[in-house]
């Protein structure tokens, strides 16, 4: 029963509760995020980029493949049209592992702004200059004061 209760605290810490709530602000956060960057950023890029003839989701390194042809029952054609057909076959996909790297830079320099500003904010609250109550001197001081000043008339 000692195991159960241990979790149990542990479990209902305040740190604990926090780093959950992190975490699920934290996965809605970068949802915002990667849509921002998938919907906004990214398919002016892609119009830039496919100009000159590079589109990433499709870069990749090809090999010349032969393949015979098959018919639409999925049966290979033979005798008369029974060429080979030659493709390109992907062997190594670099465009989206490429278009993946870009995206985190992205989302990475969007929490990096993020973050720098609200430290902005922050330090901007905390550096305001707060009204200081001007201090009372205490009794035994104003009472000092009343006898010098009482000496010094007389």
Known sequence: MGLVQEFKEFALKGSVIDLAVGVVIGGAFSGIVKSLVDNIIMPPINLLTARSGVNFKEAALTIETESPKLDDAG????????????????ILNYGPFTQTIFEFLLIALALFVAI???????????DEPEEEEVAKPSEDIQLLREIRDALQKS
Do not use: F, H, T
């Open 75 to 90: 049966k290979i054609i033979e005798g008369e049209g029974a060429e080979m057909l030659v493709q390109d076959y992907p």
């Open 116 to 126: 720098k500003l609200i430290n902005a904010a922050r330090s901007r609250m905390e």
